[in-house]
């Protein structure tokens, strides 16, 4: 760990003031949970802040530091519109961190096409269609810094995932496509792979999950991630090594384990 991550994950408050390199950020996904502590810390950093999510009233509960700008992700042409009105209110955003998400858990006997398609459409398209909107600006002023939350979830299928899973292995996978090119052109990318993580998200899941981890400890790492420049920023450090040394077994292994360790258990 560098100094400058064991700064920020040290300081009780969060990132110092005059630490982080941005100047105004846009978190969606700022309603709850770990896009809300994410915001909440950069605010607290003296960064200027816009937070997305549908849920109005809660954005607004952030404090006058925050400029609140409800969106559905999944309308493209809203997403072009909120960054638009993110711009003329506080200047070029020079951070985006693309949070909402949701999970609906799924068993393989009830294979539910409208809760495959919703979660596509929030978790992957919502992405597409907020860096539609900010890619371009960025590109053409050659700096910038855009991320989003995909999840460990997305390394390999998982029981329960099967809804939730493709989308954030498509995350990834749009975050290694897209990195090369955009950094060629002087734009950071940035994809933020977490664990669990105590939110409301995670509030639905019947079975006792392992390395839990609380929201504003995910926010704090994924800020001190960001900060570093870093490609993937993935957490809890043990969870991830063990998620990717099952990830390398030959399947026969991989789904035995899983049948006793996850399904069973569950
Ligand atoms: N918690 C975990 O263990 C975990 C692990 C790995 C990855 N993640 C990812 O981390 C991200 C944040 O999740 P969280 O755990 O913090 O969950 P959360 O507390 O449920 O937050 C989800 C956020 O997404 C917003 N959202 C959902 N649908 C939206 C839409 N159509 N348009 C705009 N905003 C929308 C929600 O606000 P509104 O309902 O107000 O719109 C809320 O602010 C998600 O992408 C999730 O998949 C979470």
């Known amino acids: 760990m560098s100094d400058y991550e064991s700064g920020i994950l040290n300081s009780r408050s969060g990132p110092g003031r005059d630490r982080l390199p941005w100047r105004v950020a846009w978190v969606t996904g700022a309603s709850t949970g770990i896009g809300r502590h994410m915001a909440g810390q950069l605010l607290a950093a003296g960064v200027k802040v816009a937070v997305s999510a549908r849920s109005a009233d809660r954005l607004r509960d952030m404090g006058e530091g925050a400029l609140a700008v409800p969106l559905d992700v999944t309308d493209s042409q809203a997403c072009v519109a909120a960054v638009a009105q993110i711009e003329a209110a506080l200047g070029p955003i020079d951070l985006a961190v693309f949070g909402a998400g949701a999970y609906t858990p799924v068993k393989a006997d009830d294979i539910d096409v409208k809760v495959f398609a919703r979660t596509m459409e929030t978790n992957y398209m919502g992405v ?110 043990r969870f991830v090594a063990i998620l990717r040394a099952l990830r390398m077994l030959p399947y026969p292994v991989f789904f035995r384990l899983i049948t006793r360790f996850v399904l069973k258990a569950g």
């Open 128 to 237: 597409v269609n907020c860096l539609a909107a900010m890619a371009p600006l960025m590109l053409a002023r050659r700096r910038g810094h855009v991320s989003w939350i995909a999840s460990v979830a997305g390394y390999m299928g998982l029981p329960k995932a099967a809804a939730y899973g493709p989308t954030k292995a498509a995350l990834i996978n749009l975050a290694e496509s897209l990195e090369p090119e955009l950094r060629l052109k002087g734009v950071r990318l940035s994809v933020i792979n977490p664990g669990f993580v105590a939110t409301p998200l995670t509030a639905q899941n019947d079975f006792e999950m392992p390395f839990l981890m609380q929201p504003d400890e995910a926010a704090r790492r994924s800020i001190a991630g960001l900060a570093e420049g870093r490609f993937e920023i993935a957490y809890p450090r």
